[in-house]
């Protein structure tokens, strides 16, 4: 960092050997968060965490974050403060500095836009378009955690209390993969990798359609919460957007090297890549049907 | 560039021997712009040109932008279309590569951050903070005709009509001096260096507050727009905001190496920086007066 907030522009070192990776992410009230369900000091963790998952995602290491803060009129000093405390933690604690933004008081709603400058060595970054049929597809962690936990804080849904505790603390407090996009680069292990922002099923399809291949899921290998409904913990887990969690493939020569835990993290085999288009999920009784891509879309949930 | 929208993130390449400039501006409906008085090709024009002013305010060459994009429910699609075009053509006549964003659409007004990431020769960033006393103080172009063509188009100025049109073409499409901060600092001619977002007064005070020292305008010389209102012009050049010209210093020894004119725009010397704190005005007859740091503040504006 050679010039931070206070300037005109943030000045920032590129590292020789590197590419830059850049990615913003826009956090809206009444879209992304509520003031009456997300705690200011969330509501900053999320909209940092978002931009710091597109980097992981990316094989990366984040390096900087700008944060555009439009307010609404009626926020109190407190929310911003706490706001600012949780985007700070979070940047803290993944190695980001705070470099720069823009803030304005709006009639309407409160509005976050953060930008994160992330850095790859040459040549590494890990995109979509990879997969290639016969290769093998993994998560890391557990998928719908984050909206079961907006159901639970909703008081839509009742789980264990330890799956609760957990699905509140996914959704409020995500936690970025970047360690793991980054080790998954350096092993040169997977053949493509993205983040799940708007659930698996959706995520998948858009990776098939960068990789211009298909895919098949096995049902009982999907990593959702545990739930006794079996049906609501496969509806999550195919549909539950926020989770921030890994999807990459891995070409079958590799897939011994994968780990069955990355720093607590289990990473699940669940499908394989096809020539096929489209997405299937193979059933326990090995019958298949085809997957809708419906995850969570901005556009349709409106 | 390397990939740009499509993917997780975009990945762009770091020059050697440069450092990167990154910066990130909102425009939000009804406090930067209107949809009555403002057409979407400007909407588009002007966000983008708040960002390139900001990388023309350190010296460096914009390369790469990112749009996010909330737009109003109501919004249509040819007005969707219209604001990239105005983007697109800007982006394009100044080099720049639009390599991804974000996009929503919320219940209440239009809202748009937009991302460039520029690049400078390491230690050739001009910064604000560089201002000594004995230093000329100089501006880009003519003062307050954005804050002029605002109030034409609202009609509340009636302006002769060449000064009309001028106006309300540098309020809806100013034009960010990105050649002329580069030109400052190959030559390493100025001493410190912004650009003039929120007006004169207010931005000339930042730029002494970061260098730690005062300054002295002589009213005379002041470039307002050609008004018969000798006092109107002079309010519109030291209170109006939105021009995007460049305010910069140049020590005395270097001040016969500024040319008059660059690339057809005046560079007019409009004062000297001074070790006495606070911006001062000298009138005509001589007189100092203390001038507030008015110009345009969001908060204060509203």
New interface residues.
Partial sequence: L??GI???????????G?????????S?E??HFTCRLHPPRSVGHRALARSLS??A??G?TPR?A?V?L?LA?RTTRAWVEDFYRGVAALAKRFGVAL????T??????T?V?V?V????PCGR?L???GARPGDQIYVSGRLGLSALGLKVLRGAALPARSTATEAVRMHLYPEPRCALGKYLSERRMASAL??ISDGLSLDLARLCE?SDVGACLEVERLPGPRLEDRRKSLALALEGGEDYQLLFTVPASKVRQVPSHFRGVPLSLIGRIEQRRGVRLAGPDGRLKPLPSGGWD??RA?
């Fill in positions: 050679r010039l206070g300037d005109d522009a943030a000045l920032v070192k590129a590292r020789y590197h590419d830059i990776i850049l990615t913003t992410d826009m809206i009444g879209v597109d980097i995602a990316m990366g900087y700008l555009s439009a009129r470099v720069g933004g823009d304005a008081l709006v009639a309407g709603r509005m836009d930008i400058a992330g850095e790859v970054a995109r979509r378009s993205m983040d960068a901005y556009f409106s």
